[in-house]
């Protein structure tokens, strides 16, 4: 899978939007963007996905460069339970085996 | 709640011993994944399985094994123990399909003394 860059941390206030960037210069064609986040002392969860077009959900919105060279996560109004670690990750479509590879991600820590 | 279960919570052993880690995948879901976390390989798979075939392999030793069973079910056996085996252990379960979210366990947390 090509690999993605975040920063490594970012602070946020409690019910402001933040929004957490990923560079992914590689991307192919086939490359799926995937968010998940990981609570503290808990597994990652699925937080959305997208391919060339910008996607909402309930938890968040993605959205994707035109170029999809970089994507970025929006959280509309941050919450104290949204301080987690955010991993963008490039999924190939085409890949039978269909694992995650995780990178550092971004520690976000939200402020009341 | 993910809907994967994995037993037990903790483990602590010593070093040189074996022991099995047990996940159970959503209902419906045919592949079952382990990833182990540590603090110095950050989150990293090992193995994935589809209806009781191995799909993918990825930094697993091999003192390290796995199976999934007929009723879907997986186990990671892990022998002979070494202070570095320390770490979360992960299961995550997905439907069949190349592209859909995986939902992860609450992890087995693994301490080699």
């Known amino acids: 899978d090509a690999k993605t860059t975040q920063p490594n941390s970012m602070e946020s206030n409690e019910e402001e939007p933040v929004h957490l960037p990923c560079n992914h210069s590689?991307?192919?064609?086939?490359?799926?963007i995937h968010w998940y986040r990981q609570l503290p002392s808990q597994g990652p969860e699925y937080v959305i996905h997208?391919?060339?077009s910008n996607v909402n959900n309930r938890m968040a919105s993605l959205a994707i460069a035109e170029d999809r060279k970089s994507s970025t996560l929006i959280l509309h109004r941050a919450t104290l339970r949204d301080a987690a670690v955010y991993y963008c990750?490039?999924?190939?479509?085409?890949?039978?085996?269909?694992?995650?590879?995780f990178g550092g991600g971004t520690r976000l820590m939200v402020k009341p | 709640d993910s809907g994967v279960t994995q037993t037990p919570k903790h483990l602590i052993t010593a070093t040189g011993q074996r022991v099995t880690l047990r996940c159970s995948p959503r209902?419906?879901?045919?592949?079952v994944y382990w990833y182990q976390q540590s603090l110095d390989q950050g989150l990293q798979f090992l193995i994935q399985?589809?209806?009781?075939?191995?799909?993918a392999k990825g930094n697993i030793l091999e003192r390290f094994s796995a199976q999934q069973f007929p009723d879907l079910h997986s186990e990671l056996n892990l022998s002979s123990l070494e202070l570095g085996d320390s770490a979360l252990y992960f299961c995550?379960?997905?439907?069949?399909?190349?592209?859909?979210?995986?939902?992860f366990g609450p992890g087995t947390r693994l301490t080699v003394l």
């Open positions: 995550a379960s997905s439907p069949s399909g190349l592209r859909n979210e995986q939902f």
């Open positions: 590689t991307i192919s064609g086939t490359d799926y």
């Open positions: 997208g391919l060339t």
């Open positions: 990750i490039l999924r190939d479509g085409n890949n039978a085996g269909n694992m995650l590879t």
């Open positions: 209902s419906g879901d045919l592949s």
């Open positions: 399985y589809y209806n009781g075939e191995e799909r």
